[in-house]
């Protein structure tokens, strides 16, 4: 595992200082879905910057000191040479994307792919065809993606099934976050309240038992996202470490508080960065830490299904036909 000396900077400057080192960028304000639990569609969409201004902005930012970029949308592919000008650009890039226009190569970046259950359930949030279609460009990536699901109440019971079928694919791990609401915004029936959220994280923590490190939720990130144990020390926007460390900006460059949003409910946060954040740093935990590493280190193998598989070919998973 390579860190190179960009990544080796942005990890000091976690240890050793409160700088920002990061950027969280929507570099679309456009969509090829409406996914039922994204707090993107209950937002305004403003203008994109043109694709010279956009570069010339990322590279402004990374003057800044700002080393390490998670790119977002809307669907970041839909403007896939800004996602490879990114690469080009930050020391370290993340883009989040639903999977359907495939994984193109991303020098320097790991691609995060956000599924939300096994293919009935993906759908019902995502849209028909859509599991097939990222898990078809999955089998399809040079290198493997990284899986992302955001539990509500529409997926929380299908945990079991979503990962099992995860570890039979190429993918390089599985990570998860809750959904956060937005204040005024609805969203109460996708919302699993905290005691019952309490339960969901500990079953994360026996799938990591039982799957290994690729399921990417340790006892540290688990002991920041749980009602009794450290969750009342971040859950407000003045005390968010991820605000202090990670400018966010609009389509349009302009800054904005959160990722979630200017309306993001952080009394029931459930964001996976603050926990990973928190995990390895708050104290310093060698697991969380790995975890961390994964996201920001491309990987070219993994295991999947007890033997390595790699990427571009296809193992057994049924609903594939």
Known sequence: MRLGIGKFIILLKWLFTKQPTSVALDITHRCNLKCRHCYWWRQDHPHELGDEEMIQFMRSLKSQGLRAAILYGGEPTLRWELCKAAG??????????????????????????????????????????????????????????????????????ALDEFVEEMMALPVKGVGFSFYTPSRGRGGSDLLIPLEERDRVIMHLLDLRKRHGERVG????????????????????????????????????????????????????????????????????????????????????????????????????VHEMG
């Open 88 to 157: 080009g650009i930050f020391d370290a890039t993340l883009a989040f994307t639903n999977g359907t226009t495939g994984f193109p190569e991303l020098d320097g970046g790991q691609w995060i792919l956000s599924l939300d259950g096994p293919e009935a359930v993906n759908d019902q949030i995502r849209g028909g065809g859509v599991y097939r279609e990222a898990v078809k460009n999955v089998l399809k990536a040079s290198r493997p993606p990284i899986v992302h699901m955001t539990i509500s109440q529409l997926n929380r019971h």
């Open 217 to 316: 939720f340790t006892r540290a990130m688990a002991r920041q996202l749980l009602s009794d144990q450290a969750f009342n020390q971040w859950n407000s926007l003045s005390s968010c470490p991820v605000t202090e460390r990670v400018r966010c900006f609009s389509s349009d460059g302009q800054p904005k508080s959160c990722t979630y949003g200017e309306d993001a409910d952080c009394s029931l946060c459930g964001c996976a960065a603050v926990a990973a954040y928190r995990g390895a740093f708050r104290p310093f935990d060698f697991k969380t830490l790995k975890v961390i590493l994964g996201l920001m280190i491309a990987g070219t193998r993994v295991v999947a299904a007890g033997k390595e598989v790699r990427p571009g070919t296809r193992p057994r």
